[in-house]
């Protein structure tokens, strides 16, 4: 019996220590838009530069992050279908996954996404699905950027100005979730459009936390290099902040 007693317990300790703790639900946000930006996030065609925008956030803990949307305006007039193609990448911050020895052409990378990704999902792989809702049909932004992106003297344009679109959402669901261990990540979403015109990313107020960074921005002219769209682009004294509208769902990996 007392043999039988003490493999009981050795069995039982051993359960105990193998049994992970209960995971966390994940859930961050950096709210709804302010309609103060409208950033250009688009996927590589033939006919069109890629452009990427980003946006923090800080994970504490090892997470699973299964669900992500973000709100942006479509061109008018085009049907919420013509989303055809969404690609999620996650950044660090530079110089992680960069090359910190060549020459930048821009004023800073300090807190800067990195030059290439940590991980990416794209739905034309089918490692992710998407659903487009329409929020608002007859929306806008005071200024946005979708061309003016250059290096180098030349980044502060001012922007270029109101744009007007339909407000939509754009919920990510991602077959394989991302596993991301406890750090500063760079949220970065694109859209491809089957009319070929330009999804606008809308900005959301900044700053959101404790260690909150802008939205940054780049296209295929600036890769690897990246600018602050309220800093560099927009400029002035004081220059604007962003953050771009976005949420994350997931899990904490105890």
Not at 209 to 215: A, I, S, V, W, Y
Not at 216 to 239: E, F, H, K, M, Q
């Amino acid at each position: 019996m007392r043999l039988l007693t003490c493999l009981l317990s050795t069995l039982a300790l051993a359960v105990a220590l193998e049994t992970p703790a209960a995971a966390d639900y994940f859930n961050f946000s950096t709210g709804d838009p302010d309609h103060r930006m409208a950033a250009a996030v688009r996927v590589q065609t033939e006919a069109q530069i890629e452009i990427e925008a980003a946006d923090d956030f800080i994970l504490d803990r090892e997470t699973l992050i299964w669900h992500a949307n973000f709100t942006g305006l479509l061109p008018p007039d085009v049907p919420l279908s013509d989303v055809q193609d969404v690609v999620i990448e996650i950044y660090r911050i530079f110089p992680r996954d960069s090359d910190p020895e060549r020459e930048i052409h821009v004023p800073t990378r300090t807190n800067s996404p990195s030059d290439n990704a940590f991980d990416e999902r794209e739905s034309f792989e089918g490692e992710l699905f998407f659903e487009v809702t329409l929020i608002d049909p007859d929306s806008g932004a005071a200024n946005s950027v979708v061309d003016g992106i250059f290096p180098s003297p030349d980044q502060t344009t001012g922007g270029e100005g109101p744009v007007a679109g339909q407000e939509v959402r754009i919920d990510v669901f991602f077959r394989f979730p991302f596993n991301l261990p406890a750090d500063h990540y760079f949220f970065v979403p694109q859209v491809g459009l089957a009319s070929g015109g330009t999804f606008l990313w809308l900005s959301a107020p900044h700053p959101q936390f404790t260690g909150d960074l802008q939205m940054w921005i780049r296209n295929s002219n600036l890769d690897p290099d990246w600018l602050r769209v309220g800093t560099d682009i927009v400029g002035g004294t004081p220059a604007p902040t962003f953050n771009g509208s976005f949420t994350l769902e997931g899990q904490t990996i105890p």
